[in-house]
């Protein structure tokens, strides 16, 4: 069993900025690709970014280019994601998920463990 246990979220204002953490309990940490996804009320879990296990490569939404970062320390078994311009339209629950391989994309199938969760709310 993995445990995934997310920390960071809370309320800002818009044009603020945020670093979510997420830690994890799975020894394979370091060969996983792993991921940020969001949910907002009412509306469909939305992926954010990805990091790959193999090369650190990352990938994000469209809409995260350029505000959000997403990166790993290895060595703590922990994700990041550094969440700057913040906008009301990214308040959601953040959650972080753990790849099925070393590599990543933007489906949530392709993630077998999924954190808890942690509510980010951005005010105007």
């Known amino acids: 069993q993995v445990h995934l246990v997310e920390s960071g979220g809370g309320s800002v204002q818009a044009g603020g900025s945020l670093r979510l953490s997420c830690s994890s309990s799975?020894?394979?940490?370091?060969?996983?690709?792993m991921a940020w996804f969001r949910q907002a009320p009412g509306k469909e879990r939305e992926f954010v970014a990805a990091?790959?296990?193999?090369?650190?490569?990352?990938i994000y939404a469209d809409s995260m280019k350029g505000r959000f970062t997403i990166s790993r320390n290895d060595t703590k078994n922990t994700l990041f994601l550094q969440m700057n311009s913040l906008k009301p339209g990214d308040t959601a629950v953040y959650y972080c998920?753990?790849?099925?391989?070393?590599?990543?994309?933007?489906?949530?199938?392709?993630?077998?463990?999924w954190g808890q969760g942690t509510q980010v709310t951005v005010s105007s």
């Open positions: 998920a753990r790849g099925i391989s070393s590599y990543t994309g933007d489906l949530p199938g392709t993630y077998d463990y």
């Open positions: 799975d020894r394979t940490f370091s060969g996983r690709g």
């Open positions: 990091v790959s296990g193999v090369d650190g490569g990352t």
